[in-house]
C-alpha cells in the first residue's frame, strides 16, 4: 500500500459513520430507488432530441385541440380528436366527464400529459429496468395527480356534496383528520369491527398440536365420517396471516378441502419481532414445512402426506419437497400451488422493487429493528395498485364521507405481519435476485435443489388479475418439473384467486380431465392458453376431483393429536393474534 493510499484511508476513516447515515437517509427518500431510475431515463432523453422533440409537438397539439373540442361539448356538437377514455376505468364513469366542458377538459389534459409522460420515458429507455421502473414511478403519480382526486374536480364530490348539504364533505373532512392522527395518513378501508379471528374469521374446529418459536401446527376436526388415508398440510404464505385459507364459513379452503374428506393439517406462523433478525430463509424450511411434515406424520401414521401452498408458502413448499426428494425421502405425494412463482422470470411489477439495489436498500432500513414492520410490506403492495387500493379510499372516505365497508379480505389484508431482517434479504436475493431456485443453484442445508427431480404429480392455480403473480410467470414453472402437471387458470386476483368458492362468476381455463391422466403441457403459457377449455366452475371444484383421486382410499379419521404431538389447546392458537 503507497503512501497516498494509506493517507486516503485515514482521511476516509472519520467519514464512514456519515456514509452509513447517507446510506439510511437515501434508503428512506427512495426505497425503491424510483427518483434514481427517473433521473437516469431524463438523463438519456436529454441525449434523444428528435425523441422528446417528436413527443413534445405531439403533447402540445393535443393540448392545442382540447378547447375546441371542448367547445363541441358545452354545444352538443360532435367532437372529434378526443383522446380515447379506459371504458373499465371506474374513475371516468359519470358522464359528466363526456358531457360536462369543464370536467371533459380536465380530464383530456390530464390523459394527453399521461401519454406525454409515456413518450418522454420511451425516448430515455436506454436501460430498459430503469424505464420500466420509472414508468411504474410515473402511473402513481399520475394516478395521484388525477382529477377524481380532487374534491373541486371530481363531479361525483359535487352532486354529493349538494345532496347532502354539504355533510358527506364535512364528514369527509373528519375521517381525514382521524386517518392523519391515527392511521399516519393511511385511509381506513375497512370497517375492522365487522370481523373477529377465532369467531367469524379463521372459525374452523380445531387443535393445536405442535407449536415452536416459528410455527403452530392446527389440525381441523374432521367434518365426514371418512377420510381419505392421505392427509393434507396446508403452508400459508408467512408474508400475511395464515387465515387467507379459512377466510370465512362458506368462503374457507380449509374447510372446503374437510368437506371434501380430507384430513387437514394448517401451519400459522408467528409474527417476528427483533429477536427473530438472524432467522434464516433455511430455518422457515427446517422448522416450518419440514417440522409440519414430521408432525403430520407421527399424528395420522400416513406413508404418504400432500402438501397445499399459496404464494411464498407455495414456494417454500416446492423447495421442501425438492430437498426431500433429493435427500431419498418420498413421504409427499402430490403438491398444489395457489398463485406461486417457482420460476422468477417473469416477476411482473413486484420485480421492479427486489432488484439487488433495492434489497440494498431494504437490508439498510431492516438493520436498525431486526425486521421490516408489516405496514412498509403492506404498503408495497398497495403500490402496484396504488389507484384501487390509495386514491379510491381519498375520494370514496376523504371526500364522500362514506363509512369503510366490511369486506373480508380487506380485514385480514390489513392484519399485516413483519418480516425477520435475514431470512427477508435472502428469500429476495436467492428467488428474486438469482432466480436460485428454477435455475438449479438453490442449496438449503447444504444441498443443491433440483425441480426436475419432483416428479410427483402437481396442480398449479394462476389467476387472471394477479397482479402479484403474474400467471404467465405462475405457468413458467411447468417447464421445470419432472412429474405430471395440471395448471389452472382463474377467476380472480393475487387474494379473490385463492378464496375462490364456487359460484356464478367463477371460471376456470383447463386442459384435459381432472381425474385421468393429464396431458404434457407445452412450455409457453399464451400456446397453453390457446388450447384450454373454459368452464364455468371454480378451481376448488376442479381441485376436489383432481386431488381425491391421488389422495388415496376412504377410512376413519385419525385421532386429534397423538402421544408425542398431544392437542394442547383450540385453533386458531395464539400465533395468528401475535
Known sequence: MDMFEALRQQLAQPLKPLQGVRRKVKAKVDPVGWFESAGNVAWHATMNPLAVTSATMKYLTQLASVPLSSASVATGAKTSGALPIPEKDRRWHNTAWTKNAFYYTLLQNWLATDEYLENLIDAGAADDFKARKTRQFARVMMDMLSPSNSALT?????????ETGGKSLAQ????????????QGRPQRVDEDAFTVGENMASSKGKVVFKND???????????????????????????????MDLNPGRSLAEWANKHNRTVFMISYRNPDSSMRDTSFEDYMNKGVLTALDVVEDITGAKKIDLLGVCLGGAMSMIALSYLRAKGDDRVGNITLVNTLLDYTNTGDLGLMSDPETVYKLDTLMDTQGYLDGTDMAGTFDLLRAQDLIFSYWVSRWMLGEEPPAFDLLVWNEDATRMPARMHSEYLTLLYGQNALANGELVMN?????????????YIIGAIK???VPWTGSF??????????????????????????PSKKAWI?????????????PTDAEQWRSSAEHQAKSWWEDWAVWSAKRAGALQAPPPMGSEKYPATGDAPGEYVFS
Open 154 to 162: 371530481n363531479p361525483d364530490v359535487a352532486v354529493k356534496t349538494f
Open 446 to 458: 447444504g444441498q443443491k435443489l433440483s425441480l426436475g427431480k419432483v416428479t410427483n404429480d402437481v
Open 509 to 521: 381455463e383447463v386442459v384435459g380431465d381432472p381425474a385421468g391422466q393429464q396431458p404434457k403441457l
Open 214 to 244: 416459528l410455527i403452530e401446527v392446527l389440525q381441523y376436526t374432521p367434518l365426514t365420517e371418512q377420510v381419505h388415508e392421505v392427509p393434507l398440510l396446508m403452508t400459508p404464505p408467512w408474508i400475511n396471516k395464515y387465515y387467507i
Open 466 to 468: 394477479d397482479h402479484i
Open 172 to 183: 369527509g373532512a373528519k375521517y381525514f383528520f382521524e386517518d392523519m392522527t391515527t392511521r
Open 476 to 501: 413458467d414453472g411447468v417447464k421445470h418439473l419432472g412429474g405430471q402437471t395440471r395448471y389452472v387458470l382463474a377467476s380472480g386476483g393475487h387474494i379473490a384467486g385463492i378464496v375462490n368458492p
